[in-house]
């Protein structure tokens, strides 16, 4: 039966790409889909057929993505946590616009979307959580590497494991409370004890948007949650690659694609190291930044784009050096091209030990991201013959697997019960 949905991303491209491909496969089938996001995406939501319902303005989503801490190893996260807790009363507050006593929506969100949760326990709607990447379950049998910093906690026993977590998700709650907190008693909710650990992942379900060999399921999931798949959209039906770089991709053999991320405006360094390594690894390369002051001057050799749908451009390179955002990951491995990786912050580092134990691609943490390193990394990319045909052998299995089938299985139980 038709339903009203609501889909609360938050977050950069990255984040939202993935609902924009929920509500894709969602307003084929004839439900009446809406997306709150920044007015930046809104354009792109409304090109797509769905509803757009503006959350904040430009000014404010370039003002978190461009704070120097934003992309920090250790403050970043906890910056990004502070601004979704003191959001949960605005984020409420356009829920209940939408509330219809005779019609409740289906809201699908992100566990950093405290005020979707708050708005559930107010109205009673259903709420199914999106999980994006396999890190945000402290989890004991896969656990995840949340900082090269704490890589010893993979050696460690599961009951050190246990204490561990408890004392991050403290420290995540210690982030968001006071927001979550705040709103709670605004709309005469009892507030949680700690939002991260109570209200990270609602009682009517969830969907995991990774495969199962990606990050495999886990006894401390909550019951209802199921992996999805990748979800690989990228504009792909709305952006075509631009001639200037067709002309440059035919012009010689495939390149190697260096990219930051789409939100990452700090990326002057990467790009410096990117290309001094391709001068003396004698590599085409193509450099993706909407930031185009991040970049040093380039030789004929290498190619600036300001965006690409990677779905079309990643087939058509040797090989890609890339930030570790699961977004760019996953498009890699369907691409079938080996991937170095260079993270940064938040699950980047997770996503990078994942492709390693994979063994189809590396990664170079930053105080290891020099000339001088990355150049036999990218000779090492690009000869090895093992390697490579592992990557196939991925994306043909990645290819095989059916997402989107498997999101409609995950949440036709609500649609069952839309009244």
Known sequence: MPRRILLLPIGSSGDVNPFLWIGRQLHARGHEVTVVANPVFGETIRALGLRHLPFGDEAEYHALLDHPDVWHPLKGPPLVLRFAGDVTQRYFDLIATEIRADDPPLVLAPATAFGARLARE???????????????????????LVSRLFGWLQKIPPWAKRAFFAFIRARIGAEVNPGVRQACRAVGI???????????????????????????????????????????????????????????????PPPVLFTPGTAMAQG????????????????????????????????????????????????????????????????????????????????????????????????????????????PALANLLTDEARRHRCAAMADRLHAERPADRLLTALEPHFRDSR
Request: a negative charge; proline letters at 12%; charged letters at 15%.
């Open 190 to 252: 009892p507030p949680p004890k700690n939002a991260f650990r109570e209200w990270w992942q609602s009682p009517d379900g969830g969907v995991c948007l990774w495969p199962e060999w990606f990050g495999p399921p886990q006894p401390e999931w909550a019951p209802g949650v199921v992996n999805v798949g990748f979800p690989l959209y990228d504009l792909a039906d709305q952006i075509a690659l631009a001639p200037a770089l067709e002309a440059f991709l035919a012009a010689g």
């Open 268 to 375: 002057a360094e990467f790009f410096a190291t990117a290309l001094a390594a391709c001068r003396r690894a004698k590599v085409r390369a193509i450099f993706a930044t909407k930031f185009p002051a991040t970049l040093p001057a380039l030789p004929p050799e290498i190619f600036h784009v300001a965006y690409a749908p990677f779905s079309a451009l990643l087939p058509r390179c040797a090989a890609i050096v890339h930030h570790g955002g699961i977004g760019t990951t996953s498009q890699a491995l369907a691409a079938g091209i080996p991937q170095l990786i260079r993270p940064f912050s938040h699950d980047q580092p997770d996503n990078a030990a994942r492709v390693r134990r994979l063994e189809v691609g590396e990664c170079l943490w930053p105080n290891q991201f020099t000339a001088e390193n990355l150049t």
């Open 122 to 144: 107010k109205f009673g709607f259903p709420l199914v959580s999106v999980h994006l990447q396999p890190c945000i379950f402290l989890t004991v049998g896969d656990t995840p």
